[in-house]
């Protein structure tokens, strides 16, 4: 729907089909953004805010742990029904066509078969975005190069307990194989937990293992689950006249799942290949070029999370303890930056302490 706004905004008529009756559910999402992020975005998140973290503590499957916290905040946990519903009320003013309970059956050249309200509907489009999500239906009919294995099954509760809400935790171990679990606090008393594992394990189970070995004592308010894309920075993201976007095109950082910051950067960059295509007739190709930075970063994510991947528990704990006495907490607070890795990663060069880490830094990059 960002996108749809940008083109409103550059004149072009935008229509956004919504599977769904409610924007913005269900919610299939952490709500975890950076501060960074919505800086470079000029994002308004007005009253979508339900709290603010400085920082996260991040343990090893054996229980090693490192604490990295500044001063101000670092990042927003945002109700995200609020935000998408945000986004949709600035699309409808600036022009953009909403209908709800439309669900895309299938695609095929300018032509989509849409069911809507429970009836059939062909619909003709000049230019077709696909923007719905991990299980997309214009993936799979039209991009079969994408990596289809390349997620991982999440579950997440809500719930009450006792939490430090300046901190997110960050869980390794193996109830969450292939990913990890984690403590968003939304206050001192509520947060969301949860955890990501491989496809064909349980996620739910997962989740109740890491409660009981952590003794987290909490009452459940609620549960969701879901696809988290985890995979590689797909190449081929334009077929004819449609475009892949969001979590449909995998535009999530590996090493965490997030993407709605590089969503909604990888939108922008649609919009702004559809409308120089339109006014200019350049080709649609070149959104491949208008993504190279968001690529590169998403790149260096997908390289950290397979590195992480393969260490076994003991290197796991052993890359922590080397980490933690080579001052890596407080150089995370100077220089971290958790949407891109590659500023700060160059910086550790510079800096003779981290020097022990290069063997990690250089297989990752």
């Given amino acids: 729907m960002h996108c749809a706004s940008r083109l409103a905004e550059e004149g072009f008529q935008a229509t956004c089909f919504e599977e769904h009756s409610t924007i913005g559910r269900p919610v299939q999402c952490a709500g975890l953004i950076s501060r960074s992020g919505v800086e470079d975005l000029g994002l308004r998140l007005d009253n979508s805010i339900v709290n603010q973290v400085r920082g996260a503590k991040i343990f090893s499957p054996g229980g090693e742990s490192l604490t990295v916290e500044r001063k101000e905040t670092v990042a927003f946990v945002v109700d995200r029904l609020v935000f998408d519903q945000n986004i949709y009320k600035k699309a409808k003013r600036v022009g953009v066509e909403v209908k709800m309970d439309s669900k895309l059956i299938d695609i095929r050249n300018n032509s989509l078969f849409m069911q809507n309200q429970g009836h059939g509907e062909l619909v003709k489009s000049q230019i077709t975005v696909g923007a719905d999500g991990a299980n997309s239906i214009v993936r799979h009919a039209l991009f079969p190069k994408i990596q289809e294995n390349g997620f991982v099954q999440g579950f997440q509760i809500r719930a009450q307990g006792h939490f430090d809400k300046n901190l997110v935790e960050l869980h390794f171990g193996e109830f969450a194989p292939g990913f990890f679990a984690w403590v968003v606090p939304e206050s001192s008393t509520v947060a969301r937990i949860g955890l990501g594992v491989r496809l064909g394990q349980s996620a739910a189970k997962g989740l109740q293992q890491f ?155």
């Fill in 211 to 365: 409660l009981q070995q952590r003794q987290l004592k909490i009452r459940t308010l609620s549960k969701v689950g879901g696809l988290i894309p985890i995979s590689q920075p797909a190449k081929e993201l334009v077929k004819g006249n449609v475009l892949l976007v969001g979590d449909a095109a995998a535009q999530t950082k590996a090493t965490s799942g997030g993407g709605l910051i590089f969503g909604l950067k990888a939108a922008e960059a649609c919009a702004d290949t559809i409308a120089t295509h339109l006014k200019h007739k350049q080709s649609l190709a070149s959104y491949s070029r208008n993504l190279a930075d968001i690529n590169k970063e998403l790149g260096l994510h997908w390289k950290i999370y397979s590195y992480t991947q393969g260490l076994r528990p003991e290197k796991f704990d052993s890359l922590f303890a080397k980490a933690r006495d080579a001052g890596i907490e407080k150089f995370l607070e100077d220089c971290g930056d958790m949407d891109r890795p590659g500023s700060f990663m160059r910086k550790m060069l510079l800096k003779p302490k981290m020097w022990g880490l290069l063997p990690a830094v250089l297989k990752t990059i």
